[in-house]
C-alpha cells in the first residue's frame, strides 16, 4: 500500500514538473547573427525561429520579416506578423524603441517605411536602434521579439546590419532590457549564492 501510494506521489510529481516546464517561458537568442540588408528591392527574407536568410522568399521556407530598399528601410511581413510602431503611433511602420519597452500583443504592428529624425521613435543614422516584431512561428502561435538594428551614416546605404534578435517562445510579450540588465541579473545570481 506504501509502495502505491509512493508511486502515485511521485508520478503526479512528475507530471507537474512536466507541466511547470511547459508553461515556463523562454527567450531565444539570435545573438551577433549580423544579417547585412542589402540596399535593393530584395533586401533580405528572415525565418527568425529557423534562424535562415536569403535574398527571395522563395528559397527562405515560412520567413517573417524582410528589410529592404535602395532608397529608405522599408519592412514587409508575411502574413500574421509586423514591426511595432512606438508606442502611441497607430500607423506606419517600425520604431525605434527605448529600453524598457513591452513588445506584445498591445502594440500596434505595420509595415513601411521606418522614420530618420530627432522625434521619439525615430530611426537614428550612425546608431544601434532597436525594433520590436511579431511572427507566426511553426506551431501557429504569434510569438514577439525585439532585435539591434545597425545603420551607418545613410538609411539606404550598404551599412544595415540586423546584429541580434530575441523572441519570447511562449507567446507572452517580451521587454526591450536595458543595456547590461542581463549581466546584472547574473550577478544577483552570484551574490545570493555568496551568502548562503
Known amino acids: 500500500m506504501l509502495k502505491n501510494r509512493l508511486a502515485k506521489h511521485f508520478a503526479a510529481a512528475a507530471a507537474a514538473t512536466v507541466v511547470a516546464g511547459a508553461a515556463n517561458a523562454a527567450v531565444v537568442a539570435w545573438e551577433n547573427c549580423n544579417l547585412v540588408i542589402p540596399a535593393n528591392i530584395d533586401g533580405l527574407y528572415i525565418n527568425v525561429e529557423a534562424r ?15 528589410p529592404y530598399s535602395a532608397t529608405t528601410l522599408t519592412w514587409f511581413n508575411a502574413t500574421g506578423t509586423g514591426m511595432m510602431r512606438y508606442p502611441g503611433v497607430t500607423t506606419g511602420s517600425a520604431g525605434n524603441l527605448a529600453d524598457g519597452t513591452v513588445v506584445g500583443v498591445s502594440g500596434s504592428f505595420g509595415t513601411g517605411a521606418v522614420t530618420v529624425g530627432s522625434a521619439p521613435g525615430n530611426w537614428v543614422l550612425n546608431s544601434v536602434n532597436k525594433f520590436g516584431f511579431r511572427f507566426v512561428a511553426a506551431d501557429g502561435g504569434t510569438k514577439y521579439g525585439w532585435g539591434t538594428f545597425s545603420i551607418g551614416a545613410s538609411i539606404s546605404g550598404a551599412d544595415r546590419t540586423i546584429t541580434n534578435l530575441y523572441y519570447e517562445d511562449s507567446g507572452a510579450s517580451i521587454t526591450i532590457p536595458a543595456p547590461g540588465a542581463i549581466a546584472l541579473l547574473g550577478l544577483a545570481g552570484l551574490a545570493g549564492r555568496r551568502r548562503r
Open 52 to 66: 535562415t536568410s536569403g535574398s527571395a522568399g522563395s528559397v527562405v521556407a515560412g520567413w517573417d520579416i524582410n
